[in-house]
């Protein structure tokens, strides 16, 4: 079955720290791999996405991702997180219909 | 930069009654979703729509879930008879062709049903 896993629901992390969030994800062909970000109020905004080649895609906001084939994961950093990056990541697959992850909520310490 | 926009932004319903989400999608795009979000759940599949037709719906899009395209712009979904279990954020998003475009997605709709 197609799924996707974010093992961390709430992540806290001091300003100026790296940044790591996890996925895994189940999928049978060769997936095409999404994260989003959701602040309080907005819809949902895309940050990166992964479909074929380099394995290490950058997106926006300083954000980028590796896909690691041999562990079925694409986790997000970032060197240096900022307080406006306090949001709600979610991690997706699929093609035309997307499979979320469950969300993983970030908390920034001044 | 064009967006996706989404009316209401809440709506309270009694349980049974009709509701309509309306969406309106990015103007050049071609293909339009709804997802939704029960709360501290995962956001779900709903249903796909390309050339004024379902091209893909998920097993919770039943016989009481439409959508429409009414006019070229608008995009809505119909809720025929509400469930409390209804109660959710819907998200409309929109794509312009190709598997490889993004999706954006509008601010969502919360639903709450009586």
């Known amino acids: 079955a197609q799924s996707v896993t974010q093992p961390d629901i709430h992540i806290t992390v001091s300003e100026g720290a790296s940044l790591e969030l996890r996925c895994n994800y189940s999928?049978?062909?060769?997936?095409?791999l999404f994260w989003y970000v959701q602040s309080p109020g907005q819809g949902l905004q895309l940050l990166l996405k992964?479909?074929?080649?380099?394995?290490l895609v950058q997106g926006i906001k300083g954000f980028e991702a590796e896909f690691k084939r041999s562990q079925s994961s694409f986790n997000l950093r970032k060197p240096s997180v900022h307080w406006s990056d306090a949001a709600e990541y979610f991690c997706?697959?699929?093609?035309?219909?997307?499979?979320f992850g469950s969300g993983t909520r970030l908390l920034v310490r001044p | 930069e064009p967006e996706v926009t989404q009316t209401p932004s809440h709506q309270v319903t009694q349980m049974g009654q009709e509701v309509i989400l309306r969406c309106v999608p990015i103007?050049?795009?071609?293909?339009f979703y709804w997802y939704r979000q029960i709360l501290g759940q995962k956001v779900e599949f709903l249903v796909s729509?390309?050339?004024?037709?379902?091209?893909?719906k998920s097993e919770i899009f039943d016989d009481q879930f439409s959508v429409e395209r009414p006019d070229g712009s608008n995009f809505t979904l119909k809720i025929r008879s509400t469930k409390l279990e209804d109660s959710a954020m819907y998200f409309c998003?929109?794509?312009?062709?190709?598997?490889?475009?993004?999706?954006?997605f509008g601010p969502g709709t919360r639903l709450l049903v009586l």
């Open positions: 997706a697959v699929g093609s035309y219909k997307l499979i």
């Open positions: 999928y049978g062909a060769t997936p095409y």
């Open positions: 992964y479909f074929s080649g380099d394995t």
């Open positions: 103007s050049n795009h071609l293909y």
């Open positions: 729509f390309y050339n004024n037709e379902i091209s893909e």
């Open positions: 998003a929109s794509q312009t062709s190709g598997v490889q475009e993004t999706q954006y």
